[in-house]
């Protein structure tokens, strides 16, 4: 294999090795799933797969000189289609990367690298909306001369739904290339939505589905590859709800996302808060840098909220999420007898529905601490909208 850590979907994958054995692989697959579940990490298998010069029963032997070449994503059969965005005006047979501003495709290269050592990263450069359809008209001056390797071309276009976007034109490129697939070239689509894929393209493709990894799962990779601990790796699987992608990416932040909310609940329920304008600040800079961090920050604030708006009600710890930080819940429910948990957690429901219909950031969270400073005296702030 080409990953060391991709959690393999085993039916999916033998489905696939099964038909390599037997020489009768699709000319053109459909990976389709929800977001994180490593659908691009297997295409990526397959490519190698077909191409490697000793495969083995479970997939590329990952150690040959076409599979080292897959490893650094560099191989010369295989060629990445991901969309771009459209910076300068270009000429119909100009090569998409003349789209780009020269920064555009340092970064290019710089997330093609990421891609090659985690099959969970996301491709994505700022204002890629698009597939363009010079990428496609790219692949059609190529598709029909014969891989300069030996092998397969693999051609895998990740959010392929980005083909259809405005008239389509790139999808419709693409369609004469299905209907006429060249000989050893091998197409996988990768999407999140495949219903915004062409009909046309979708019934020319063999859909393969790829389910959500479960929270076991996320939480199992996350303390084996990511040495998290237990209970960081418990709610991180959860608040990211089977996207190994996010919960990678949080686990990467520097300092642990559980020590982060709890220094930000402090900073709330502290008895002479000082730092309010700088909190305030440094959220609604995260949420425009950060904005993956930020959302699940306010995730965690409000679990804990939750986990003490329980306790203050039933008494009991049994559904306590945050189980691990009994004395820290105590420490709080004694700390702040008349507080209305209830009125803290939906403050900050309140912030993140507010954030998604584009409200200003200082605001929103000005209003989300003066609705947790009331509630913690046991009142409910008037509000006006
Ligand atoms: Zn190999």
Request: proline share 5%; charged share 20%.
């Amino acid at each position: 294999m080409i990953y060391s850590d991709l959690i393999l979907h085993s039916d999916q994958w033998q489905q696939l090795v099964a038909a390599f054995n037997q020489e009768r692989l699709a000319h053109a697959y459909l990976f389709y799933g929800p977001a994180g579940s490593g659908k691009e990490g297997h295409a990526i298998e397959l490519a190698a797969l077909v191409n490697c010069q000793q495969p083995t029963n479970n997939g590329a032997c990952g150690s040959c000189p076409s599979c080292i070449k897959v490893k650094n994503l560099q191989h010369p059969n295989i060629q990445l289609v991901v969309p771009l965005p459209r910076r300068n005006a270009i000429e119909k047979d100009d090569p998409p990367l003349k789209a780009l501003r020269p920064a555009d495709v340092d970064d290019l290269t710089d997330q093609f690298a990421a891609k090659a050592r985690d099959p969970y990263f996301q491709i994505g450069l700022q204002g890629a909306q698009s597939i363009l359809i010079n990428s496609v008209r790219e692949l059609r001056r190529t598709a029909y001369l014969k891989p300069g390797e030996a092998g397969w071309r693999a051609i895998l276009i990740f959010q392929a739904e980005k083909l259809c976007t405005g008239v389509g034109a790139a999808a419709n490129a693409l369609l004469k290339l299905l209907e006429e697939p060249p000989d050893w070239t091998m197409f996988v689509l990768v999407t999140d939505r495949p219903h915004m894929l062409l009909d046309t393209i979708r019934s020319r493709c063999l859909g393969l589905h790829f389910p959500q990894l479960t929270s076991d799962q996320i939480a199992a990779f996350l303390q084996t590859h990511q040495g998290l601990a237990d209970e960081e790796a418990r709610v991180l699987a959860q608040v990211t709800g089977g996207n190994l992608g996010q919960a990678r990416e949080l686990a990467s932040e520097d300092g642990t996302q559980l020590e982060k909310v709890q220094a930000l609940l402090q900073d709330l329920l502290a008895d002479q808060p000082t730092g309010w304008q700088q909190t305030v600040n440094d959220l609604a800079l995260m949420r425009y840098r950060r904005s993956l961090e930020f959302t699940t920050r306010m995730q965690l604030l409000q679990l804990w909220f939750r986990d003490l708006m329980v306790l203050q009600k039933t008494g009991s710890e049994d559904q306590v999420i945050f189980s691990q930080r009994i004395t820290d819940l105590h420490r709080y429910l004694d700390a702040h007898p008349a507080a209305d948990w209830g009125a803290t957690t939906a403050a900050v429901e309140q912030v993140i529905s507010h954030l998604e219909r584009n409200i200003n950031p200082t605001l929103a969270l000005t209003n989300m601490i003066l609705d947790i400073r009331e509630a913690l005296n046991g009142q409910r702030r008037a509000r006006t909208e």
